[in-house]
Structures are given as C-alpha cells and as structure tokens.
C-alpha cells in the first residue's frame, strides 16, 4: 500500500513569495491534515479536511495560508506572501476517519524562507 | 496551544536498558493516545496508541500506559537499542490529534 505522498521535498523562496505544497493521502482516507512543525517543536495542526470539506482550520493564518482538497482526494496548502518564521516542515497526513484512529505521515515539504 | 506536553526535551540511556518517556495532557476529552517516533528527515511514523478504556497497551518491546486521573501517559521500551535512537512525539485525540514537543532518545551502544 503507497503511503502519503507530498512534494515538493524542498523549497527556497524569498521572503513575500508564494509557495504551494502537494499531498495525495493513503488511498481510501478520507481524513487528511496539513500540519506545520518548526524546528524544535511538535507538528501543529493546521487544518483537517473530511473528504472535501473543512473540520479544522482554527489554526491555520488564514490571511496567508489557505488550502483546498476539491475532490475529497490531493490537497494543496498555499502560502502567500511567505514570511520568515514560516520556515518549517509542511506534513500531510491521513487516516480513515477523523476520530479514534491512526494518522499516517508523509515525509514533508521542508520550507525555508529567506 | 499546550494541551499535549512532554516535559524532557531529552533521554539518553545505555542499550539494554529501559528508556521511559512521559507525557502529560490537560484535555480531558483526549479520548486516544499515540506514540509517534521520528527520524531526521523523515515524517514521524506511528508507534504504539491506547484508547482511553485501557491503561496499558503492548507491542514487543513498547509498552504504552495511560494514567487518566493523572492525565499522564508514558512509552516504556525494553530493552532499548541503538536504533531507538530518534526524536519521540506523544499525540492525542478527540477528533484533530494535537502533538507534544518530542523528546529526543539516544541510546548508547
């Protein structure tokens, strides 16, 4: 079974610049989460879709951060315009249902604004 | 946003040793708990859960135990390895799962 999958790796922008991030969950989840982990710090979650709608996004900046998942499948997370402390790892993740199960990760998108 | 915390941002052990892990958490409508471990550049990859009707959960050398009226949970690993080695997360869930901080575990060959 493939697991998450998320791209790009890596990115380098400047700061200002717009970045997006992909993910394509584990087949057949219809949970999937965007999360953000700093350096040093535990992934935060940033919003958690159900199928293609929206349960979570309390802590997602939504005036430079959004995210859409249109077909209940991929996801992108879009940042615009990028800030410094926004350099962190982007993790997706899934799992079958949002509530009482495991939540499968993805490697990352490591971002680095400068 | 701290209701997940785990206080020791580092254990080092000698291998064959127990490695003990805490976590403790302030929501108590947590009703499931994880164990996720992470190596550098990598996602972090489930390890072990409980359920909060259980207080102990096993899997090999990894045994999970929940205190609820503590709201303390803890990861035991006997006996630990050098491929232990890694940056541990405690996470927990009542619906979106919220993570701790992760304490880095090394062991010593």
């Known amino acids: 079974e493939a697991g998450v999958a998320q791209s790009p790796r890596y990115k380098i922008i400047e700061k200002r610049q717009s970045v997006a991030f992909w993910c394509n969950p584990i087949s057949g989840h219809a949970t999937l989460y965007w999360y953000q982990q700093i350096l040093g710090q535990g992934p935060k979650l940033l919003i958690q879709?159900?199928?293609?709608?929206?349960?979570?996004d309390s802590q997602l900046p939504k005036d430079r951060f959004s995210a859409e998942r249109l077909k209940g499948v991929d996801s992108t997370l879009k940042i615009q315009p990028a800030k410094l402390e926004d350099s962190a790892v982007y993790l997706c993740a899934s799992s079958s249902t949002g509530a009482g199960n495991t939540i499968y990760f993805g490697e990352g998108s490591w971002l680095t604004v400068v | 946003d701290q209701q997940v915390k785990q206080n020791s941002p580092s254990l080092s052990v000698q291998e064959g040793r127990i490695s003990i892990l805490n976590c403790d958490y302030t929501n108590s409508m947590f009703d499931y708990f994880l164990w996720y471990k992470k190596y550098p550049a990598e996602g972090p990859t489930f390890l072990i859960s409980i359920s909060s009707i259980k207080d102990k959960n096993e899997d090999g050398r990894f045994t999970v135990f929940l205190n609820k009226s503590a709201k303390h949970l803890s990861l035991h690993i006997v006996p630990s390895q050098p491929g232990d080695s890694a940056v541990y997360f405690c996470?927990?869930?009542?619906?979106?799962?919220?993570f701790g901080a992760g304490t880095r575990l090394t062991v010593k060959p």
């Open positions: 996470a927990a869930s009542a619906g979106g799962m919220r």
């Open positions: 879709f159900q199928n293609n709608g929206v349960v979570d």
